[in-house]
């Protein structure tokens, strides 16, 4: 019985009984940037109306919520989601100290913690991505490896 290519976009079945896989810091991510989303309201950052701190991290938990996402659904594909994830991560800690946080806010801290959170998230599921690649011959540009022959395959 012929078996045909088919691509698969999860890390499933009994190999990776007991490993983790990237899905896990994605969804981990996911769930900060759920927090972080709901923050400005819970903790009240601003005393009056919405700030642009209040802003920032609700547009912020947007686009970092919905990368983390496209990440635990497929967590094969686009290790790059969660690297522009870290990135965000990394803007919220610069806002922190950027953007008009009163003295004694607890929007800074959050911010700071948050964006720590998505910084480390996001590197450690691309990392993660990266190495089960290349335990498994997996190129990002090339796609597989030839099996048997031991090659590289040819760019072109």
Excluded: K
Aim: proline fraction near 8%; include cysteine.
């Amino acid at each position: 019985m012929p078996t045909t290519a088919r691509a698969n976009h999860f890390w499933t079945g009994p190999e990776t009984e007991g490993r983790l896989t990237p899905s896990l810091p994605s969804s981990i991510m996911f769930l900060c940037t759920v927090w972080l989303g709901f923050a400005p309201f819970a903790l009240h950052y601003g005393s009056s109306g919405a700030s642009v701190v209040d802003t920032n991290d609700v547009v912020v938990a947007l686009i970092a919520g919905t990368l983390a996402l496209i990440r635990v659904i497929a967590p094969r594909d686009l290790p790059g989601l969660s690297l522009a994830g870290a990135a965000l991560g990394a803007w919220l800690i610069v806002a922190a100290f950027v953007l008009d946080h009163p003295a004694q806010d607890p929007g800074r801290v959050n911010d700071l913690v948050m964006g720590v959170a998505l910084v480390a998230l996001g590197l450690t599921s691309a990392t993660m991505t990266y190495r089960q690649r290349a335990a498994e011959g997996v190129s990002s540009l090339t796609g597989p490896r030839p099996r048997g022959t031991g090659a590289a395959p040819v760019r072109r």
